[in-house]
Every structure is written in structure tokens, then in C-alpha cells.
């Protein structure tokens, strides 16, 4: 069973930085792939990173590369988000994700999610 917890959310000025951290209290987490996705008002859910089990592969939308940095300790079955120059387009709300396999990046790929965590930027 999965239970994924998110934290780290806030306000921050266009420019800083923030560390989001997803705890999964469950048995699974060194066999699942993890990820983030986010959800701005009146948009889609948005595909943000993921990382496979053992950290050896990573994925990035196009829209956070060179800014944000997913990472995962696994003795701590946490996965951690660092955003970086943060834009107020990346004002959202924040979900962590968990996966089986390290397949796709829609939204039906992923089996557990998180209840989200906000992030607003402020310009």
C-alpha cells in the first residue's frame, strides 16, 4: 500500500527557491518509481519529474529543466522536489506521485498520489 505525504510548500518570490519533500509510509517505496506533477487553476495536471527506483533515471518536463531537481533517499522513503528560480507560472499545486514501473508521464501512468501541496510565486 501506498500513502504519500507532501510538504514544503509556500509563498516565495519570483527567483527563490523551494524544497518539496514526499514521504511514502508504505512498504513499496524502493520498488516504485516517483514523481511530481502539478496543477495551476483552470489547467490540466502538468508532468513535472519523475525517478526511477534506484535514482538511475530521470525525467524532466521541458518547462523545469535546469531549474528543478528531483531526488529520492530511499532509506528515508522520501523523494525530494528543489525548485530553483522559481517563475509564478509554477504557481500550483504540487502533487507527488509513485508508479510501478518507470513507464510514461501522463497522468494514467501513475497508480498513487499525494493530496498536493501549494506553491505560489509572487512576481
Known amino acids: 500500500q501506498v500513502h504519500l505525504v507532501e510538504s514544503g510548500g509556500g509563498l516565495v518570490q519570483a527567483g527563490g527557491s523551494l524544497r518539496l519533500s514526499c514521504v511514502d509510509s508504505?512498504?513499496?517505496?524502493?520498488?516504485?518509481?516517483m514523481g511530481w506533477f502539478r496543477q495551476a487553476p483552470g489547467k490540466e495536471r502538468e508532468f513535472v519529474a519523475r525517478?526511477?527506483?534506484?535514482?538511475?533515471?530521470?525525467d524532466y518536463a521541458d518547462s523545469v529543466k535546469g531549474r528543478f531537481t528531483i531526488s529520492r533517499d530511499n532509506a528515508k522513503n522520501t523523494v525530494y522536489l528543489q525548485m530553483n528560480s522559481l517563475k509564478p507560472e509554477d504557481t500550483a499545486v504540487y502533487y507527488c506521485v509513485s508508479q510501478l514501473y518507470f513507464s510514461g508521464s501522463s497522468v494514467a501512468d501513475f497508480d498513487s498520489w499525494g493530496q498536493g501541496t501549494q506553491v505560489t510565486v509572487s512576481s
Open positions: 525517478i526511477s527506483r534506484s535514482g538511475g533515471s530521470i
Open positions: 508504505g512498504r513499496t517505496f524502493r520498488s516504485n518509481a
